[in-house]
T-cell receptor, first 115, second 108 residues
Framework: DTEVTQTPKHLVMGMTNKKSLKCEQHMGHRAMYWYKQKAKKPPELMFVYSYEKLSINESVPSRFSPECPNSSLLNLHLHALQPEDSALYLC??????????????FGSGTRLTVV | KNEVEQSPQNLTAQEGEFITINCSYSVGISALHWLQQHPGGGIVSLFM?????KKHGRLIATINIQEKHSSLHITASHPRDSAVYIC??????????WGAGTKLIIKP
């Protein structure tokens, strides 16, 4: 299995809702990432988990709460979002170390619309 | 100046043409990625390079570490190749430094 699977593919939520995005990989990667991508812009890193521990939080508002229950799963819990949070949310995985032949694998993303 | 520069920003070509997209970077890297993104879609990793050249089907990627430059070539281009192609480099930590992308349109 060489894929990163994200669910749901599309999500519309109100500003008072609580929802979660899910990401799963079975490649044995020990680093997992959440990115946010606005239209026509490169992805922006939000969070990095390495060996199931949060290692990078790029000053993301607390209305986004990541969780890594095990080495294959990554969740992003959403609460009290704003319309400007509407974006494509991408999950990725890799090995934590750089170099060699270890690259990134990206999911197809969740298109989030906050109304 | 951005740490990763791509050119051109936009490229329109006819089906069958040979396509070249360039990427220059100014930081030390452990690897360089070429990625593809279709409109509204997720990101597909095409190549990861740390030296030399890689080929997959009609796609070829090269990197010159001394010159800090990489190129992505598409031979016999096809309308389904229309997408945004992104160069991203990885340093010694987890972070990818992204280029702004090249929007490629192949006309039938």
């Amino acid at each position: 299995d060489t894929e990163v699977t994200q669910t749901p593919k599309h999500l519309v939520m109100g500003m008072t809702n609580k929802k979660s995005l899910k990401c799963e990989q079975h490649m044995g990667h020990r680093a997992m990432y959440w990115y946010k991508q606005k239209a026509k812009k490169p992805p922006e890193l939000m969070f990095v988990y390495s060996y199931e521990k949060l290692s990078i939080n790029e000053s993301v508002p607390s209305r986004f709460s990541p969780e890594c229950p095990n080495s294959s799963l990554l969740n992003l819990h959403l609460h009290a979002l704003q319309p400007e949070d509407s974006a494509l949310y991408l999950c990725a995985s890799s090995q934590p170390w750089a170099g060699g032949n270890y690259g990134y694998t990206f999911g197809s993303g969740t298109r989030l619309t906050v109304v | 100046k951005n740490e990763v520069e791509q050119s051109p920003q936009n490229l329109t070509a006819q089906e069958g043409e040979f396509i070249t997209i360039n990427c220059s970077y100014s930081v030390g890297i452990s690897a360089l990625h070429w990625l593809q993104q279709h409109p509204g879609g997720g990101i597909v990793s095409l190549f990861m390079l740390s030296s030399g050249k890689k080929k997959h089907g009609r796609l070829i990627a090269t990197i010159n570490i001394q010159e800090k430059h990489s190129s992505l070539h598409i031979t016999a281009s096809h309308p389904r190749d229309s997408a945004v192609y992104i160069c991203a480099v990885r340093g010694s930590n987890y972070q990818l430094i992204w280029g702004a992308g090249t929007k490629l349109i192949i006309k039938p």
